[in-house]
């Protein structure tokens, strides 16, 4: 494997533009095409039927991973899910179920306290699974299964490829899930499948859009502070969104659940606060569309990430619209992580930044 910046800037950008590849490897080692099923590399040492819930844990991006799995796991597969960040699961005393599961995604595999959140679980009797990049890592060793991203090494120190990779392999896991448990059926399951398979090529054509990203990341770049808004499974998007930004171009910025929003930061609102929206068509969009009117009767500034049926079509006057392909919204997740990671970028490349080595960060985070 290769470990350069091939004709990129930065580790960055060549990482962001692998993600149409890396995701389709690791797909192909977690689907069957032709079967239209997903199969697991390993077998399972327990029973996704027998679980009366699962427990996530993980750090920064990785955790953010966990919060969109959360919906998957529980609208795919039916399995309730807890979840929390590693620093506080492993002080909790939570009490976990003997027999239960805890799954802890990580890139490096070696983040001290996903690594303690892990071996807590397993002192409680729990079954650990891993999503993890780096096999031969510790916690890829300690864990009970490893169900590994395949997005070859990471070296900008804010995750990108393994993000949507730790999607991919989540969703696969949240599929086989819901087959064992007997809450989708073989049409269904192939239907997602179908889904999961056109990831690649709309990971690919997102990336188009990177010219029109770049134009609006210099309006981002003059603001002091920046709000990302979601809901459903866009919600952890914007919170990722919002952490993205915060780590390389040191612009504050917060994500909201899209609901949340009255309750507290339309306080903050107003022609210099960038409200960056994600929204693509799915189950929550006309009530994302509401809080984008809210924000608009207020002079706020909307960057609408959405697609063809966004906000044109809803009269919304945004300060620019990136409009995505129109994608099947379980899959949404992973193609929209290209476009948040791009703005991100091209703020932070705009105002000088080192994107790749970003002050006070690091890539591994093996102390407490
Ligand atoms: C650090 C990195 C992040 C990463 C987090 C968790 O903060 O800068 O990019 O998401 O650690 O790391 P892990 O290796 O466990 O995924």
Known sequence: YRVDKGNHRHFMAKEIHEQPEVVGRTLAHYVDLAAGRVVLPEPLPFDFARLSRL???????????????????????????EIDVASEARYREAPLERDGLTLVISQSGETADTLASMRYAKSQGQHTLSVVNVPTSTIARESSVV????????????????????????????????????????????????????????????????????????????????????????YPMALEGALKLKEISYIHAEGYAAGELKHGPIALIDESVPVIVIAPHDAVFEKTVSNMQE??????????????????????????????????ATVAPIVYAVPIQLVAYHTAVFMGKDVDQPRNLAKSVTVE
């Not at 690649?200 to 990302?228: F, Q």
């Open 55 to 81: 427990s996530i844990t993980a750090c920064g991006t990785a955790y953010y991973a966990g919060l969109v799995a959360r919906y998957w796991f529980e609208q795919i597969a039916r399995l309730p899910v």
């Open 295 to 328: 924000v608009a009767a207020r002079g706020g500034r909307i960057v609408l990430i959405g697609d063809s049926k966004g906000a044109a079509e809803h009269g919304l006057d945004t300060l620019a619209t990136v409009t995505m392909p129109d994608l099947d």
């Open 147 to 234: 169900m590994p991203t395949l997005a070859g090494p990471e070296i900008g120190v804010a995750s990108t490829k393994a993000f949507s990779c730790q999607l991919t392999v989540l969703l696969c896991l949240a599929i086989a899930a819901g087959r064992a448990r007997g809450t989708i059926d073989a049409a269904e399951e192939r239907r997602l499948v179908d889904a999961l398979i056109t990831v690649p090529g709309l990971m690919a054509e997102a990336l188009t859009r990177e010219g029109e990203i770049e134009i609006l990341a210099r309006e981002v770049s003059k603001a002091r502070d920046v709000l990302y808004l979601g809901r459903g499974t866009s």
